[in-house]
């Protein structure tokens, strides 16, 4: 149950059209988003839409589209768009920074205006329409301004819960009007525990980084949510999954919340870097880190740069080091209080404190203006999890580039995934790096050539190699910071 000593209450939000719409622009890589091939499998699959125009949606959608700057969908979107308007469930995979915010937001507010979908106030329980969950509170707090943004001047009406804010501020939201909840697992039951949700009305469910939704940490409040009184069955909602990386048993146990005849959209290679990042990887031994990441520091400048390490303890501790070298830093992790963490985050977009330490609490989704530079000072010991971290850099067609500190002695296991990524990705492969990967063991199907573009979608029975052990790496890497995830 919420935490009921929690009294935050975050600053309201500004109701400036140029706060709402505020954006930056996509880089000079946006238009090569159209050479990623897309797969899409699965029976018949409707025709993608090559603009926006094509999806016929109401006019304040595109006004509010023009006023996010957006010209031309992109490839996720493209597809995306009319397989969820079609009504079909969907289990996407894109990569990082390729707007699939806004594939699954557009269709469902359209269907939602089509059918005069309208916010009421005077009910003691609230039924959504549409519920979206995401694994960490800046994530889901973002993903609902994306919604808030895309809504504005509807009588469609976006609420976010997450914890570590006061839960009676979160009901008397809620209470308020809610068509589109936005919510973090462990508020989202306590809400719905407490009687102020029913789901009767429920016909969108959405997963956001749905492989992560779906691992061990949260498949059990996933399994509670949809077998919560009042949920419809899959055959009578829409199931929406969106990730930039799919292990392969993830998606096995994913068809469990879709529908049989679900379509699966690949745009380019499941679980493949964003080759927008320019990825180079340093090798290090535990005791000469600090020192060169002081010396990455020097050549990023003021530039924005988040820092990721292994462990909470870690993030305060070089975050400290930073700070007495001068360096304006932040950090977020899941032991900081929540307005900590808002402020952090807030300090960093807005360039105050330029470098961000972070644990895997920031790996995903996050969407910050001008972030040129990650380093993973310690690497995670689940290659997705690396996709998501260097992913938080060359968003929307912009240029980004992420330094990897590889200590043999610690990171050997992840060697031969790490070549497999940087070849994926046309990234140069060091020889020591390609040598250790060679010598790792444990690990199967070490072919940084083979990572083919078919057989994504696990019902083709595909010859896509992930490490045997992914998921339970996931698993046990998660649990260093498993607090991380509400
Ligand atoms: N068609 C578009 N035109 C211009 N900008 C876009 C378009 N679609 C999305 N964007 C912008 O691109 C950025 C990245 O989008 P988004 O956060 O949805 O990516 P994502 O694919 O969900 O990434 P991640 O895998 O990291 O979660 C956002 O700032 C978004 O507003």
Redesign the pocket.
């Known amino acids: 149950m919420g935490n009921p000593d929690v009294t935050y209450v975050p600053e309201a939000l500004c109701e400036k059209e140029s706060s709402i719409f505020a954006?930056?622009e996509?880089g000079i890589n946006f238009d090569k988003y159209d050479d990623i091939l897309v797969d899409v499998s699965g029976s018949n699959p409707p025709k993608a839409i090559m603009g926006f125009e094509e999806a016929a949606l109401c006019e304040s959608l595109n006004r509010n589209i023009s006023k996010?700057?957006?010209?031309?969908?992109?490839p996720?979107?493209k597809h995306g768009i009319p397989i969820i308007a079609a009504g079909r469930d969907l289990m996407a995979c894109?990569q990082?920074?390729?707007?699939?915010?806004?594939a699954f937001l557009l269709p469902i507010l359209q269907q939602l205006m089509v059918d005069g979908v309208a916010a009421s106030q005077f009910s003691e329980i609230q039924e959504p329409e549409v519920i979206i969950v995401a694994p960490t509170r800046e994530l889901i707090n973002q993903i609902y301004m994306e919604a808030r943004k895309f809504a504005h001047g509807t009588c469609v009406r976006p609420v976010v819960v997450y914890g570590g804010i006061s839960t009676g501020h979160t009901i008397r939201e809620i209470l308020k009007g809610c068509n589109v909840l936005c919510a973090t697992p462990g508020r989202l039951m306590d809400i719905i525990g407490r009687g102020k949700i029913g789901l009767s009305k429920l016909r969108y469910l959405v997963l956001d980084e749905a492989d992560r939704m779906l691992d061990m940490g949260f498949e059990p409040a996933m399994r509670k949510l949809v077998g919560s009184p009042g949920m419809p069955a899959k055959e009578d909602r829409q199931t929406l999954m969106f990730s930039?990386t799919y292990p392969e048993d993830i998606q096995k146990l994913a068809a469990d919340f879709l529908k049989k005849d679900y379509l699966f959209l690949a745009v380019g290679v499941v679980g493949g870097a964003c080759s927008d990042v320019e990825q180079v990887v340093v090798q290090v031994t535990k005791f000469s880190k600090r020192d060169q990441l002081l010396e990455v520091l020097k050549t990023t400048g003021s530039e924005r740069t988040m820092v990721f390490v292994e462990t909470k303890r870690q993030a305060d501790f070089i975050a400290t080091f930073l700070c007495q070298e001068k360096v304006n830093t932040t950090s977020i992790h899941g032991d900081r209080e929540q307005r900590e963490r808002e402020q952090a985050l807030g300090d960093f977009r807005s360039g105050r404190c330029p470098v961000l330490v972070a644990t895997s609490v920031a790996a995903?989704?996050l969407?910050i203006k001008d972030v040129q530079h990650i380093v993973n000072f310690d690497l995670p010991n689940n290659i997705d999890e690396y996709v998501?971290r260097i992913?938080r850099t060359g968003?929307?067609g912009n240029t980004g580039r992420a330094v990897c500190f590889f200590d043999p002695e610690a990171d050997g296991n992840l060697a031969r995934s790490l070549v497999k990524v940087l070849s994926g990705a046309q990234q140069e492969v060091p020889k020591w790096l390609e040598e250790a990967a060679f010598s790792a063991h444990g690990t199967t199907g070490f072919n940084p050539g083979g990572r083919t573009f078919a057989s994504t979608d696990s019902r083709k029975g595909g010859s896509f190699q992930r490490d045997g052990a992914s998921h339970l790496a996931a698993a046990l890497s998660s649990g260093a910071d498993d607090d991380e995830w509400e």
């Open positions: 954006h930056y996509s996010s700057g957006y010209k031309k969908p992109t996720v979107q894109a990082t920074g390729s707007g699939k915010t806004a930039a995903r989704g969407d998501h992913g968003r929307c």
